[in-house]
């Protein structure tokens, strides 16, 4: 019997934003699968078997309930015990066995939630990742349900009819089409479910206490006194009313409809409330209660419990022990947070995973006067996850920056597939916290030392266009700068300040975070000095001396920010005098309205007080920062997002010439007398792999003795190299089991004893063609247990480790990657030709990068690369990698979770994006 895969069961979002359970059919399904059939109408059952039907047999059920997961593959939905939709495929015998005729069911009951449309994502990932190219499916002319899932699918589709039934094909690859159609379902579908947690229209605070020093009393103090637009009701069994409200003992006592509830209450009861709430239909909750996944083992038990009952009553819920949630909205104005103070209306959404920091966060928005439009403390992201927020967040109108406290990561794909997209159309600002605590993991590859969990952390960011930030005060520098002025088109910056210093301090942080100061042109210069005084200069930074005053500042701010030389203005006020603060603050916010935004300004007014109330307007706030650093480095940031919006996507280039059945070959041989851990490749094997994938090796062949060694080198017409072979040597030059450019009999029968004489268990050697001249660079791979595989380039050779001059990006990888990864090292400096050394060909270089991604692809089992050295040689020439190991493992399917994103679905994970 076909093992069971275990670990392809999903949550999946459906159209109304109830939740389901997707996984694939198992033998024991066979009861529910019948229960499912004698649900059905008689029309459903016309369409799914092109006759009348009135029961299935034990051999069909036996049939459809019995997979091999490969050829035969069957998921179905779940809710709670039943099966509500079931899809399946089945490869096609004969001619092309790479077509799967496919047939979908659904319980007449749940028609229009999406249910087919999820099942045909999962069906169409699981086949290609098994080799099926392609689709058919026979419908009849009148079952529009199921022509409307094929034909919003995205993919391309072939129709034809014969004997009046339709046969639908079509290819089984992605397309962009498909990509989209997909994401906007999963856009649609998550932003549903968590209407009702934002734009609730009623809502129960269950734990209302009448103690106002008190969670619950807080909470519910909060909400009454922001003025929620639609009705608050207490649940407190102890109490007849709580602040003048009427309570009642249970939610279910409610007389009208709940949209979403707060439970605080101790966390043995939250269950029992949770309960309530599902009889009640309560579409969500906030679970402010601590004492589930973060207090031990006990806990996670209970936390799962608690999700599994909140999943099965189609509600979403955000937490447990969070501190809530809040929507400044004028048509909500729903405070449902205990933080004593609530942040002005404004245009950026937070999301923090840590609910004290929470509370420290919205103190500080406040008193920068960074509006908030929401704000959700998500806890122990049970359920709603950052991922999940990114989507209510992607066409939400009251939002236009996105920021993230990140303490961890639960699905960095879909992370990274969200954040690239809805990126491109609002900046995401995030703080990753611990940045250090991992440290470098064990590993017996260089790659796998020169990776830790914050090197993914950087390389998800850089590809997804994601604003990092290493503290909170950047963040909100950042942040305020974002939510108030453009991103500035470029890096060239002017300066207008009254005290020469803090310009002179601040262009030099400005140059050295790669901002630049241009020298003004003549007639830019003659414009500002009509208004100037002769002692000012005018060249950039523009110093108007401490005489200047409002009129100086408004009229120059003009000139600036209507010239086509600068990107942005940073200006600079000294209070030189004991009064004209606010006139001078009020003349930069007019000056900034008469550009009407179309250039970035911020300030800088260095005093104890903080910015001016006067730099604020209804139509235009200029950010003021306290010192000038603080000023560079924030424009700097945005300046980088306004390159980052400018860069290509790239794309994932096709390479024709792949052999991977050679390459699958050579591990499945390998593999099948391995254990569960599998191991390193032996040379032979690894040669096949990377040839297989067109990444050019010298010729090597292993020798067991002198002679043998001696007989291989003369076969090669020219200088060897000897490598000992040897489980023990992992970094063999590192203990001199390395011997180079050996051309005689005798130099190489004395680097054969010399060589294997440095371990204990010598099998041989492998005698390589020796490489000269070249530039030596790294390119690796390391499996990480989260973010999946992460691709490295660096210096090469035995110093990789020692400099760590080297940049990562998780696969897969685009052109552009590639491209970027090479420019980002300080050594590519090389391989342009530094001081008279021949350029290398980098070209070649950007191939045998994307080649790797794609092995990796086609090759899952792969968990350890490393290509070092790789030879660069000149121009034209290509790359020859004079030293590779390749570890694998067994794995029990081709597809996996933790390398497939699927929109709308969420593997099971004790932590969430």
């Known amino acids: 019997m076909a093992k069971y895969p275990a670990d392809l069961e999903f949550d999946v979002v459906l159209k109304d934003g109830g939740t389901a359970r997707l996984r694939p059919i198992k033998p024991a399904d066979d009861a529910a699968l019948d229960e499912m059939f004698n649900r059905l109408s008689a029309e459903a059952v016309y369409q799914r078997f092109f006759r009348a039907k009135t029961r299935l047999t034990p051999e069909e059920l036996e049939y459809f309930t019995h997979v091999d997961y490969r050829d035969r593959m069957a998921f179905v939905v779940m809710h709670e015990e039943d099966i509500i939709g079931v899809g399946r495929y089945d490869r096609t015998k004969g001619e092309d066995e790479a077509v799967a005729e496919v047939a979908f069911a659904v319980d007449d009951q749940h028609h229009g939630r999406g249910i087919g449309t999820q099942l045909l994502q999962h069906l169409t990932y699981y086949a290609r990742s098994h080799g099926i190219t392609g689709f058919s499916a026979w419908?009849?002319?009148?079952?529009?349900?199921?022509?409307?899932?094929?034909?919003?699918?995205?993919?391309?589709?072939?129709?034809?009819?014969?004997?009046?039934?339709?046969?639908?094909?079509?290819?089984?690859?992605?397309?962009?089409?498909?990509?989209?159609?997909?994401?906007?379902?999963?856009?649609?579908?998550?932003?549903?479910?968590?209407?009702?947690?934002?734009?609730?229209?009623?809502?129960?605070?269950?734990?209302?206490?009448?103690?106002?020093?008190?969670?619950?009393?807080?909470?519910?103090?909060?909400l009454l006194g922001e003025s929620f637009a639609g009705a608050i009701y207490p649940v407190n069994p102890s109490a007849s009313a709580v602040n003048g409200v009427r309570a009642y003992p249970s939610v279910r006592d409610i007389p009208d409809p709940v949209d979403l509830a707060f439970i605080v209450v101790p966390k043995q009861y939250v269950l029992d409330a949770v309960n309530d709430c599902a009889a009640k239909g309560v579409r969500g909750l906030v679970v402010i209660t601590a004492g589930f996944s973060e207090g031990g083992e006990e806990g996670e038990d209970l936390e799962a419990e608690l999700l599994a009952m909140v999943r099965n009553a189609d509600m979403r819920m955000v937490g447990p022990n969070c501190m809530g949630v809040l929507n400044t909205d004028a048509s909500v104005n729903m405070n449902g947070t205990f933080a004593p103070l609530y942040p002005p209306v404004g245009n950026v959404a937070m999301s923090s995973q840590s609910g004290a920091l929470g509370i420290a966060i919205l103190d500080y928005a406040r008193d920068l006067n960074i509006g908030i439009s929401t704000f959700v403390s998500v806890g122990n992201k049970s359920d709603v996850s950052g991922n999940d927020l990114l989507l209510y967040w992607e066409d939400d109108p009251s939002t236009d920056v996105i920021l993230l406290y990140l303490e961890s990561f639960g699905n960095p794909r879909r992370f990274s597939r969200l954040a690239r997209r809805i990126g491109r159309k609002k900046p995401i600002v995030a703080v990753k916290s611990g940045r250090t605590s991992a440290g470098t993991r064990a590993a017996s590859s260089h790659t796998g030392a020169l990776a830790s969990a914050d090197t993914a952390v950087d390389a998800l960011f850089r590809q997804a266009g994601v604003i990092r930030t290493h503290d909170l005060d950047e963040l909100f520098d950042i942040t305020a700068l974002l939510a108030n002025q453009p991103v500035p088109k470029g890096r060239r910056v002017g300066?207008?300040?009254?005290?020469?210093?803090?310009?002179?301090?601040?262009?030099?942080?400005?140059?050295?975070?790669?901002?630049?100061?241009?020298?003004?042109?003549?007639?830019?210069?003659?414009?500002?000095?009509?208004?100037?005084?002769?002692?000012?200069?005018?060249?950039?930074?523009?110093?108007?001396?401490?005489?200047?005053?409002?009129?100086?500042?408004?009229?120059?701010l003009g000139h600036l920010l209507n010239s086509d030389e600068l990107d942005a203005v940073i200006v600079i006020h000294i209070p030189a005098a004991p009064t004209g603060t606010p006139e001078t603050a009020a003349a930069i916010r007019d000056a900034s309205i008469a550009n009407a935004g179309q250039k970035t300004l911020i300030s800088v007014f260095m005093r104890s007080e903080g910015p001016p109330d006067e730099l604020l307007s209804d139509e235009f706030r200029v950010p003021s920062y306290r010192f000038p650093e603080s000023a560079a480095r924030a424009l700097a940031r945005a300046a980088a997002y306004g390159e980052w919006l400018e860069r290509p996507i790239g794309s994932i280039p096709e390479f024709p010439d792949l052999a991977i059945h050679r390459a699958r070959n050579a591990v499945d041989r390998f593999l099948a007398d391995a254990d569960e851990e599998g191991g390193w490749l032996e040379p032979d094997d690894v040669s096949e792999v990377l040839s297989a994938f067109g990444l050019a090796l010298p010729g090597s062949k292993v020798a067991a003795d002198a002679d043998e060694a001696v007989a291989i080198a003369e076969g090669f017409g020219g200088p060897v190299v000897l490598k000992v072979v040897s489980e023990s040597a992992l970094h063999k030059s590192d203990i001199g089991g390395v011997a180079l450019n050996l051309a005689t009999e005798e130099e190489i029968r004395d680097g054969f004893?010399?060589?294997?004489?440095?371990?204990?268990?010598?099998?041989?050697?492998?005698?390589?063609?020796?490489?000269?001249?070249?530039?030596?660079?790294?390119?690796?791979?390391?499996?990480?247990?989260?973010?999946?595989?992460?691709?490295?380039?660096?210096?090469?050779?035995?110093?990789?480790?020692?400099?760590?001059?080297?940049?990562?990006?998780?696969?897969?990888?685009?052109?552009?990657?590639?491209?970027?990864?090479?420019?980002?090292?300080?050594?590519?400096?090389?391989?342009?030709?530094?001081?008279?050394?021949?350029?290398?060909?980098?070209?070649?270089?950007?191939?045998a990068i994307l080649r790797v991604s794609a092995l990796i692809d086609a090759v899952p089992e792969i968990t350890e690369m490393d290509l070092n050295p790789v030879k660069v040689l000149e121009p034209g020439a290509g790359i020859r990698a004079v030293d590779a190991r390749i570890k694998v493992r067994p794995i029990s399917t081709s597809f996996l979770p933790g390398r497939a994103d699927i929109p709308a679905a969420e593997s099971p994970t004790p932590e969430r994006a």
């Open 139 to 222: 419908v009849l002319p009148d079952n529009y349900p199921m022509m409307r899932v094929f034909r919003n699918s995205g993919y391309t589709l072939k129709r034809s009819v014969s004997e009046g039934v339709y046969l639908v094909e079509f290819p089984t690859e992605e397309t962009a089409e498909s990509l989209e159609a997909e994401g906007e379902h999963e856009k649609r579908a998550i932003a549903t479910s968590l209407l009702p947690i934002f734009y609730p229209r009623t809502i129960a605070v269950i734990g209302a206490s009448r103690n106002p020093a008190s969670i619950g009393g807080r909470l519910f103090h909060n």
């Open 495 to 556: 300066v207008l300040t009254n005290a020469g210093g803090p310009g002179i301090l601040l262009a030099d942080a400005l140059e050295s975070i790669g901002l630049t100061l241009p020298e003004l042109s003549e007639q830019l210069q003659g414009k500002l000095s009509e208004h100037l005084s002769d002692e000012a200069t005018v060249r950039n930074p523009v110093d108007m001396v401490a005489s200047a005053g409002p009129a100086e500042y408004e009229a120059c």
């Open 753 to 847: 004893e010399r060589v294997t004489s440095v371990v204990d268990d010598a099998a041989g050697v492998l005698v390589q063609e020796f490489i000269a001249g070249g530039h030596e660079v790294i390119v690796g791979m390391t499996e990480d247990p989260s973010f999946g595989p992460l691709i490295l380039f660096g210096l090469g050779g035995i110093f990789v480790e020692l400099i760590g001059d080297a940049s990562f990006r998780i696969h897969p990888i685009t052109d552009l990657d590639a491209s970027e990864m090479i420019r980002e090292v300080k050594a590519a400096k090389l391989l342009d030709g530094y001081r008279g050394e021949p350029p290398g060909d980098v070209p070649a270089l950007e191939e």
